[in-house]
């Protein structure tokens, strides 16, 4: 796996190179979901036996979590979009800080590792740009089925009860449908002993997903994307063949995309009844969209203002505000954007102002009158889906813009540039000579200062 720190910096010298105006026609080739193939990869640690899987991303996310798992003493074969992930031989030991801190999804790992070795020790998923990030409800649920759980320097140990060999099923209530502690619970649950509920279930996708794989190991449970989660634990899980579902945050970052540049294309493998919130926002708003089989077909008019308020699954995604907000700004009329799930995520306002559009923010509440164009610039995303906001603000802009902040963008998005190119787009990735000091690119200090431009050498 490549080393992270060289990577990442490198990738802070690259930008976008976007000449916007383009109109984009054909089709685009959506890949495996991020947020599918990362907890699968933490699933795998659940058995002994080999876990084959398809359609992984080529994302930075997906290494990371690769180096945590081979951290593990995994034994892991990467053949382009398959991966081969062999966890006979693991030796529990904690994880560097350093490998967690970038990765939340990492820590969905303890449910995995405590329900199969009955311990497990991992620090504390750091915050990011979005928020917070507690992980109250993965512990409540962990104590539940019986781990007992300290915190200390920032690491979090969780082992089994005295001499408990097994964790044990227990009826949980979460407070909030949490994505990340629906999946840690599910996995702790399905080797535990005993039948476990697990109630205000989220029910996204990619949870669905998992639940798919697991029961192809040999769980038992019922009901995954329902609120209300059964799980029927079992001694042991065996190996299995998987196909990690299409993104749908990708392909709704498209479809937006298409319809901020009144375009014509088609999005495929999706499955449509994954993004039903976001293609009725996208038809209220003008847009004619196409359903047929795996794929989604869209033609982009003249865009009206609407109104959106994000929602656990099946409401409006949260990964896809910032990249419908972009579309909003050159809206005709007012519309509204509401921010429910991070008390953190409206970072691209100040930046999306910086290229003429015209928003206020009062509590995590984003009013836009559209305008009717927006001016390339050059800026730094702050976080994986600002960014994508940014390159989508960036193709309907007037003259050149340049977008920093690859190393949040290659997180999520495969490929990223060439599709769009494909797709008709005037965008090129480059590496500038140098870029001025680290400080002066922080997104923090870009987004305190509100200074968009950076200073390129
Ligand atoms: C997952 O994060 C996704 N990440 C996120 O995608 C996505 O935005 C999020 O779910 C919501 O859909 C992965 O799947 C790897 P949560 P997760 O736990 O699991 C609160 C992207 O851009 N909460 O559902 O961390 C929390 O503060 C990323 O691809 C608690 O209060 O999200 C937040 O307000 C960003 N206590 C809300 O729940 C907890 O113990 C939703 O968080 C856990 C969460």
């Not at 495996?32 to 080999?50: C, F, I, R, Y």
């Not at 205000?200 to 038992?220: F, S, T, V, Y």
């Amino acid at each position: 796996m490549v080393c992270e720190g060289n990577k990442k910096s490198y990738l802070k010298t690259q930008n976008f190179k976007i000449i916007g105006q383009n109109s984009l026609r054909g089709e685009v080739k959506i890949s495996g979901a991020k947020n599918s193939a990362l907890v699968l990869l933490a699933a795998s640690l659940l058995t002994d036996e080999k876990i084959i899987l398809d359609n992984v991303p080529l994302l930075t996310d997906i290494e990371k979590m690769g180096n945590i798992l081979e951290n593990l003493g995994v034994n892991l074969q990467t053949k382009n979009h398959k991966l081969i992930i062999d966890s006979t031989n693991i030796s529990i030991k904690e994880l560097p800080y350093e490998l967690v801190n970038g990765l939340r999804a990492s820590f969905f790992c303890i449910g995995a590792l405590l329900a199969r070795f009955g311990e497990a020790s991992i620090p504390l998923p750091g915050g990011c740009n979005i928020g917070k990030r507690p992980i109250n409800e993965h512990i409540t649920g962990l104590k539940a089925l019986g781990a007992k759980i300290i915190i200390e320097k920032e690491i979090v140990k969780a082992k089994l009860v005295g001499k408990k060999s097994r964790l044990f099923g227990a009826n949980i209530r979460l407070n909030c449908p949490s994505v990340g502690a629906t999946e840690t619970l599910i996995m702790a649950a399905s080797l535990a002993e005993g039948r476990t509920v697990i109630e205000n279930a989220a029910r996204e996708p990619e949870i669905q997903d998992l639940c798919h794989m697991l029961n192809k190991m040999g769980a038992k449970i019922y009901d995954s994307g329902k609120e209300k989660i059964i799980i029927d634990g079992v001694k042991k899980l065996h190996g299995c063949s998987h196909k990690v579902i299409p993104d749908r945050i990708e392909a709704g970052t498209f479809l937006i995309a298409a319809a901020a540049t009144s375009s014509s294309i088609t999005v495929s493998p999706v499955i449509p009844n994954h993004l039903e919130a976001v293609l009725n926002k996208l038809e209220e708003s003008g847009s004619k969209i196409t359903k047929k089989g795996n794929s989604i077909s869209i033609k982009g008019n003249n865009i009206k203002a609407v109104n959106v308020k994000t929602a656990p699954f099946p409401g409006f995604p949260t990964d896809l505000q910032a990249p419908f907000m972009a579309l909003m700004t050159i809206a005709k009329g007012k519309s509204k954007i509401s921010e429910t799930i991070f008390e953190n995520r409206m970072n691209h306002v100040e930046l999306l102002n910086q290229m003429g559009s015209s928003i206020t923010l009062k509590n995590n509440v984003a009013y836009i009158k559209g305008v009717n164009k927006l001016k390339g610039t050059t800026l730094a995303g702050s976080d994986l889906r600002s960014s994508a906001a940014l390159v989508i603000a960036a193709l309907v802009s007037t003259k050149v813009s340049h977008i920093y902040g690859l190393e949040h963008l290659d997180r999520g998005y495969e490929n990223f540039e060439l599709k769009l190119s494909q797709l008709g787009a005037e965008i090129t990735r480059e590496t500038t000579k140098q870029v001025t000091s680290q400080s002066e690119y922080d997104c923090d200090n870009l987004n305190k200062k509100g200074f968009a431009e950076i200073k390129v050498a």
